[in-house]
Nanobody, 123 residues
Framework: EVQLVESGGGLVQAGGSLRLSCAAAGFTFEDYAIGWFRQAPGKERERVSCTSSSDGITYYADSVKGRFTISSDNAKNTVYLQMNSLKPEDTAVYYC????????????????WGQGTQVTVSS
């Protein structure tokens, strides 16, 4: 059974940090690109970051560049999103997703999704 399980969300003050984890099971982790998306109330789901083992490239949305860092531990089938200098506008449900081929920005093209974890940044 394919599973993506996010953890690490919570409530933090502006300027604080959180580290999200995405644990994968049921598929060959190294063959997939893993993306982090977020969705705030009333807004579309947007890709925050993505990492692809096949080409070693990472991607970041402009809004998080320099503050967020994506990393992966293939031995643990886990991808992390370190979020520093958090802002109230980072408040959203964060999802990880797996795409068989590459780090597309189109959410609908991802094959598997986690259930999401809430991140709330207070001002």
């Amino acid at each position: 059974e394919v599973q993506l399980v996010e953890s690490g969300g919570g409530l933090v003050q502006a300027g604080g940090s959180l580290r999200l984890s995405c644990a994968a099971a049921g598929f060959t982790f190294e063959d997939y690109a893993i993306g982090w998306f977020r969705q705030a109330p009333g807004k579309e789901r947007e890709r925050v970051s993505c990492t692809s083992s096949s080409d070693g490239i990472t991607y970041y949305a402009d809004s998080v560049k320099g503050r967020f860092t994506i990393s992966s531990d293939n031995a643990k089938n886990t991808v992390y999103l370190q979020m520093n200098s958090l802002k109230p506008e980072d408040t959203a449900v964060y999802y990880c997703a797996a795409d068989r081929y590459w780090c597309t920005v189109v959410a609908a093209l991802y094959d598997y999704w986690g259930q999401g974890t809430q991140v709330t940044v207070s001002s």
